[in-house]
């Protein structure tokens, strides 16, 4: 794959590889559009993972052993993933450490990724007090 640029199929790769559960549909729209971005909203800082590193950064947190249906999009660049909990549909944004022991420990961020972003367009801080059950 050229540097930056996505096709529907190396998406569809990315997700055989972490097990074949499929990306949410609007985020795989926004990863098609970027591949990845780094941006100020407001007061919060957000890593979005190109495709790549939400392979390698989901693989290396070993979701099946403590953070099953984990798909790691992004980062506060502090130590905290942004991810998503693929056992659900819609698929939640939480916000969970690298060393979490699992899902108990995430803060829930946003329903789906759109709502999400609107969080960011809307320059919200994270939520850091409303735990993911």
Known sequence: ????????????????????????????????????????????????????DVVAVTQAAEPDERLPGLLAF??????????????????PVILVN??????HEGLFQAPSFSAFMAQRDASEPFRWEEPYV
């Open 1 to 52: 794959m050229a540097a930056g640029v996505l096709r529907p199929e190396d998406i569809n790769s990315a997700e055989v590889q972490l097990g074949g559960v499929p990306f949410p549909g609007e985020y795989r729209d926004w990863l098609l559009a970027t591949n990845g971005h780094e941006a100020w909203f407001g007061e919060v800082f957000v890593m979005f993972y190109s495709l790549d």
């Open 74 to 91: 992004g980062s506060d660049g502090c130590g905290e993933l942004l991810a998503f909990d693929l056992r659900r549909t819609p698929a």
């Open 98 to 103: 690298t060393v979490s022991a699992g899902w």
